[in-house]
């Protein structure tokens, strides 16, 4: 349903715009909101939370962040962090139970409670859902950690993002303080923030709020979990995302409690590891500085039915979120919009900006080339929570990468590329978990090399339709004869 908006007049013209691109992205909704200088300039909804019910999206509407809801989630670890409670340079596993994370490599003493925050523990790559129309309940987290928690590189040598170690970060809220982590979050961030319609997920009183999750073809997704809701489960209205953002800009709020100091704020941006293309992330937030000079902090967020953006822009106290029920191009082509109409300079170099990203996507990959350290045969094991599966790879000089896993079929590894000690490449396979044979998957390899050594991670991935996980696994090769 088209709908017609008053504001601020340098968005004016973008309403028209959101009306058409909403019907040429078959995107349901959409909801808008910007701040600035502890003002919302603009905040609107366009389109449909639910279509079922005829019920259009309101600044209210309650739609799932998924991503978003790491740097909501780091706020309450600070929180924990302020009282005592936690210590962002302790081990993680001193905040953990029985089940405690597991070195492949390195120390395990080193996953500190700051490299989770981010990414840089050394936990891989995983997603993991489960969905309200299947029979596959979800463990508990002592059981996910102990068949997914694994290092596989060593504490702080590389940036992974993994959903996982948010999972671990909401269970150390519960546990340090005694609470759910959905009582934790509700009582100890919404609350005080003024965040009324905002929840991990969403509870009965609350879905008549709901913005329905809807599939790229149209169809409404099953509401659906995961062993990682710190990094993935929260609900946020625009209004409330807006004016979380205005609290991590210090904008001191009449109706906010200062649940943090200004300190933990500015700490939370700092970026603790560059993560690529001099983009940084700290405790929850990228953040970067762009060629215009502007220190820009952000996340987003995609899953199915899900895209979310949040853009802080510090130093001019600017805050901009765009939230949609699908995984829809639209946020982040619309926060841009904005920042363009906010930022002169911003404007200036976008087009710039985005020609060097079209032309680094569209740079076709070099052939694979084995250097004299890895032709030849290679052994070992893909460790998974069932038992060890062997594997050999045979490295030729032509380039081909052959492939073994137990008693199945030889087949090749694909799309190879060794860059900085690291070689990553796609296969077929089978790990037959009961996890991941629950889907259709690929087996994706991520390993280093490390003198005569080649260690890191093989993942079931498995994203044909909606519903797709991504589950790694340890895997070890040895140079034969070495």
């Given at each position: 349903?088209?709908?017609?908006c008053?504001v601020?007049?340098r ?6 715009v ?8 078959a ?43 790491k ?39 080193d996953?500190?409670v ?68 959905e ?8 609350l005080?923030?003024?965040?009324t ?34 990094g ?19 904008a ?8 943090l ?49 949040l ?14 029920n ?16 906010l ?10 900006r ?29 460790h998974t929570y ?12 032509c ?7 137990g ?15 690291y070689l990553t ?14 889907r ?8 280093k ?12 991935v ?7 996980n ?11 004869g070495?």
């Open positions: 349903m088209k709908k017609t008053i601020d007049e968005f004016s013209l973008m309403c028209d959101i009306n058409t691109k909403l019907i040429e992205t995107t349901p909704s959409l909801a808008i909101a910007v701040a600035q200088d502890g003002v919302i300039l603009w905040e609107e909804a366009f389109g449909w939370a639910d279509r079922e019910r005829m019920a259009l999206a309101n600044v209210n509407t309650m739609y799932s962040l998924a991503s978003i809801s740097p909501i989630t780091a706020t309450g670890i600070m929180i924990l962090k302020e009282r005592g409670l936690i210590d962002l340079d302790k081990p993680i596993n001193n905040y953990l139970g029985e089940a405690k994370l597991k070195a492949y490599v390195g120390n395990a003493e996953a500190t700051r490299r989770i925050l981010n990414h840089t523990s050394g936990l891989p790559l995983h997603y993991h859902f489960f969905y309200e129309d299947e029979p596959y309940p979800k463990p508990p987290m002592d059981e996910t950690i102990r068949r997914y928690g694994n290092l596989v590189t060593a504490p702080g040598e590389r940036y992974q993002y993994s959903n996982l170690g948010y999972g671990v970060l909401d269970y150390v809220i519960s546990r340090v303080s005694g609470r759910s982590y009582d934790f979050m509700r009582t100890e961030v919404f005080p923030l003024d965040m319609h905002s929840s991990v997920h969403i509870d009965n009183g609350l879905k008549k709020y709901q913005a329905i999750r809807y599939d790229t073809d149209g169809l409404k997704i099953p509401f659906y979990d995961f062993d990682h809701p710190g993935s489960a929260i609900y946020n209205s625009v209004h409330d995302l807006i004016r979380f953002g205005m609290f991590h800009l210090k001191h709020l009449p109706n906010q409690k200062a649940i100091s200004d300190e933990a704020i500015d700490d939370m941006k700092v970026g603790t590891f560059e993560i690529g293309k001099g983009n940084y992330y700290g405790v929850g937030w990228a953040s970067c500085i762009d060629s215009n000079g502007y220190r820009a902090v952000w996340h987003n967020g995609g899953m199915s039915g899900v895209s979310t953006a853009m802080l822009i510090p130093d001019e106290k600017i805050a901009v979120a765009v939230l949609a699908s995984a829809s191009p639209l946020p982040d082509m619309i926060y841009k919009d904005i920042l363009s109409a930022l002169p300079k911003y404007a200036e170099n976008r087009a710039i985005e020609a060097n990203q079209k032309s680094e996507r569209n740079q076709q990959p070099t052939d694979f080339i084995p250097s004299s350290e890895l032709i030849g045969e290679w052994n070992g094991n893909v069932k038992g060890d599966i062997p594997i050999t790879f045979w490295f030729k000089e380039g081909d990468i052959v492939v073994k896993m008693d199945q079929f030889k087949t090749l590894l694909n799309d190879p590329i060794f860059r900085d000690d490449g796609l296969m077929t396979g089978e790990v037959n978990t009961e996890d991941s044979n629950r259709h998957y690929h087996l994706s390899l991520t390993m090399l490390r003198d005569q050594v080649l260690n890191g991670s093989l993942t079931a498995s994203n044909i339709g909606k519903r797709g991504a589950l790694s696994h340890w895997i070890e090769i040895t140079k034969k070495v």
